[in-house]
């Protein structure tokens, strides 16, 4: 599927041809869960190979909006509390919360020219309800240690030239980057370690063997590893099915349009900032390094989708940020992220030495730089109890084929509210 990112890459990766025969770790699925806990392993002289079904960047880690985000979709430390408790629920505060700065870092170390710009990131707060939910949980990060505030209504329409916000929650070590390149780099690390990246190796079966596990593809083709890593996120092909059953996939939208002009950019992102407001259907925006907005949208039904998705979110991004100069849709693609319930990453032990790691959500990209580690670190036979996110079985959800249906009623019903709300 071509994307911006496939438009406008700039890095590229030879992959491996022929598969080794045995390898301390295998990593399947060559998203950026998978390729940060592979970067970590041959760091630490482990043999690794990444086997991706598809080409790399087929997933959500080559077809997401680039927004570097250190928190979680929806949950608020308060709430991460709540569910895990307070010892294991700040350290996995603390763990997402350095999730852009693990990006950031991992860019400088491994010289990535990805766009990488750690400029802040907004959320704007659309009524006073989310205001005062947002002040609050500006308050709690900042508690945390981080540098996160809360903006009032005049310093948002200075931020964005909206004037339809309450305020805005500013995390200051948010920001973006190029999504396809990073992957790209952090796959060139891996190979420059002695690590190998295979494509077009879907992984059919994991079975026991004596010392590990053999895997075998789709292909016919067989490896032997002492440890395994799943890193397939939404998918449910092969070995990933249950994995991927045990979340909501969402298909989400993406929009990038013709370039705005130098005033446009002055006006709504003067310190360029990407935007991600409180609204039920909510509004985003971000610039890329040709000015081009991207923003993003869902669909209640899909048929006809890219036309119209295309043509409504950039019509909402005329009319929200008053564009004088209308934008018109460049290009239209489209990526299905995995929704846990409770918004919470997800860690499971799916057998000796074989670990899976999934439910990012909205947040993949600064959340797979720690839950990439977090996995290779279990791989490397670090205690379950010290790892910074628990250990849950792994429970796929009854009548998973049926969640794109809820998720296409609740966007109707997220619709409706904003309207009521309006
Ligand atoms: C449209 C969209 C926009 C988004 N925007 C943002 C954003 O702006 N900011 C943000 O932080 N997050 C965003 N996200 C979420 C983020 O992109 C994901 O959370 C993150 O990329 C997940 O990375 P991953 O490596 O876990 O999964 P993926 O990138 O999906 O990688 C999984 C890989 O596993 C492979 N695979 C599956 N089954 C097999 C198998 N059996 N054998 C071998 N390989 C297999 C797949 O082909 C795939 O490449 C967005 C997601 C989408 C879909």
């Known amino acids: 599927?071509?994307?911006?990112?496939?438009?406008?890459?700039?890095?590229?990766?030879?992959?491996?041809?022929?598969?080794?025969?045995?390898?301390?770790?295998?990593?399947?699925?060559?998203?950026?869960?998978?390729?940060?806990a592979a970067r970590e392993l041959v760091k630490a002289g482990r043999s690794?190979?990444?086997?991706?079904?598809?080409?790399?960047?087929?997933g959500a880690s080559g077809t997401n909006a680039g927004f570097v985000v250190p928190n979680f979709a929806k949950a608020d430390p308060v709430a991460v509390r709540n569910r895990l408790g307070n010892e294991r629920g700040d350290a996995l505060l603390k763990l997402v919360g350095d999730g852009a700065n693990a990006v950031f870092r991992t860019i400088e170390e491994d010289g990535i020219s990805c766009d990488a710009r750690q400029t802040g990131w907004l959320n704007p707060a659309f009524g006073g309800e989310s205001a005062s939910m947002l002040e609050a949980r500006a308050g709690m990060w900042h508690e945390l240690g981080r540098p996160v505030r809360f903006l009032s209504a005049d310093?948002?329409?200075?931020?964005?030239?909206?004037?339809?916000?309450?305020?805005?929650?500013?995390?200051?070590?948010?920001?973006?980057?190029?999504?396809?390149?990073?992957?790209r780099g952090l796959a060139i690390t891996v190979q420059k370690h002695g690590g190998s990246v295979h494509e077009n190796q879907c992984v059919d079966k994991v079975l026991p063997q004596p010392g590990g596990w053999q895997l075998v593809m789709r292909s016919g083709a067989t490896l032997s590893a002492t440890k395994v890593l799943l890193c397939t996120n939404a998918f449910?092909?092969?070995?990933?099915?249950?994995?991927?059953?045990s979340t909501v996939p969402l298909r989400v939208y993406q929009i990038a349009t013709t370039p705005a002009d130098a005033d446009t950019v002055e006006r709504i992102a003067p310190d360029g900032r990407p935007v991600g407001d409180t609204r039920q259907n909510l509004f985003t925006?971000?610039?890329?390094?040709?000015?081009?907005?991207?923003?993003?949208?869902?669909?209640?039904?899909?048929?006809?989708?890219?036309e119209r998705l295309g043509k409504a979110v950039t019509e909402r991004l005329n009319d929200e940020l008053g564009l004088k100069s209308r934008a018109q849709p460049e290009i239209v693609w489209t990526g299905t992220a995995a929704m846990t319930p409770d918004f919470l990453p997800r860690l499971h032990q799916l057998g000796e030495g074989w670990f899976g790691g999934i439910g990012c959500n909205g947040r993949g990209i600064a959340m797979t730089a720690q839950l990439g580690r977090v996995l290779a670190r279990a791989a490397m036979g670090e205690a379950a109890d010290q790892l910074p996110i628990p250990l849950r079985s792994l429970r796929p959800l009854p009548m998973h084929?049926?969640?794109?249906?809820?998720?296409?009623?609740?966007?109707?019903?997220?619709?409706?509210?904003?309207?009521?709300?309006?």
């Not at 690794?48 to 087929?58: F, K, N, Q, R, Y």
């Not at 449910?236 to 059953?245: D, L």
């Open 1 to 36: 599927m071509e994307t911006l990112w496939t438009r406008t890459a700039r890095l590229s990766v030879n992959p491996d041809r022929d598969l080794p025969a045995k390898v301390d770790v295998a990593v399947i699925g060559g998203g950026f869960t998978g390729m940060t």
């Open 48 to 58: 690794v190979a990444v086997l991706e079904a598809g080409v790399l960047g087929s």
């Open 155 to 183: 310093e948002t329409r200075a931020q964005t030239g909206m004037d339809i916000y309450s305020g805005a929650l500013l995390d200051a070590e948010g920001g973006t980057i190029h999504p396809l390149d990073y992957l």
């Open 236 to 245: 449910t092909t092969g070995a990933a099915s249950r994995m991927g059953r």
């Open 285 to 306: 925006y971000r610039l890329d390094r040709d000015n081009r907005l991207i923003s993003g949208g869902m669909a209640a039904v899909p048929f006809g989708a890219f």
């Open 401 to 422: 084929a049926f969640t794109p249906i809820v998720a296409s009623a609740a966007l109707v019903h997220a619709r409706l509210k904003d309207k009521f709300a309006a």
